[in-house]
Structures are given as C-alpha cells and as structure tokens.
C-alpha cells in the first residue's frame, strides 16, 4: 500500500490484519489475510507451549510491506499475534522496526476504534500532521 500519509497503525489477530494510513481527517484501509488461516486454536493436555499456530511468514511479509512507506507505524492487537509480528519485524525489517511507535493490546475494535486510538496516541507522541 503505497500512501501519501505518514502515520500508520496494524490490527492484527492470527485472522486478518488491518491496515490505516492516516492523518487527521484522511485514512486509507486494507485487509490482509493469511494463506493457511487458523480458524479455531485449542491447546491440547499435556503438550508443550501455548497451542497456538504461529503467523504465516508471507502474511507478515505482507503486512509490513503495506506500512513500508510509512513514517511512524502503531501495531495493536489481541493475544500474541502483535508480538509475532514484531519479532518478524526485528528479524527481516530493521527498517521499519525504526519506525514502530508503539505496540499496544485492544481487543476487537471498530475501524473508527482502531483509528480514533492510532489518531490519540500519534498525537500525544507528536502534532498528527496534515500529510
């Protein structure tokens, strides 16, 4: 996603991932999904680790390369989908690591949810620009 915006934000859940580039009265919006979507993640008795699949590395790929021209980017989710991402951020995308913000939990929110927050937290980290 190529945007004239500079700030970003990222919903992201083991589902889908939304996608904001934004200023203070303009957004653009994309929905990614995973190829090998997980739909329900059950932990099985007596075996090791947290039973949840881990994202798929071309959906990651392909979240961040939609946030790549963004100047500063928020990531927001539930569980641990946010964290997977981050370290695949730190691990391919040094980069844009530069560029991330924040990262905060937020359950299931709206589209104007997600960018009512993004749009509260740039603002208290700096003046959301007209960009």
Known sequence: MNSPHFHAVIWIDHHLARVFHF???????KTLHPHNAVLHIHHKVNTIGSGHETLDHVFLREVTA???TAGAVLILGPG???TELMKHISRHDPKL???????????H????QIL??????FKSEHQ???R
Request: hydrophobic content about 40%; proline content about 3%.
């Open 128 to 130: 959301l620009q007209q």
């Open 97 to 107: 690591k530069e560029k991330i913000k924040g990262v905060a939990a937020i359950d």
């Open 66 to 68: 939609a946030v790549a």
């Open 109 to 112: 929110p709206t589209d104007a």
């Open 23 to 29: 200023n203070a009265n303009e957004e653009d919006h």
């Open 116 to 121: 009512a927050h993004a749009r509260k937290f």
């Open 80 to 82: 641990n989908a946010k």
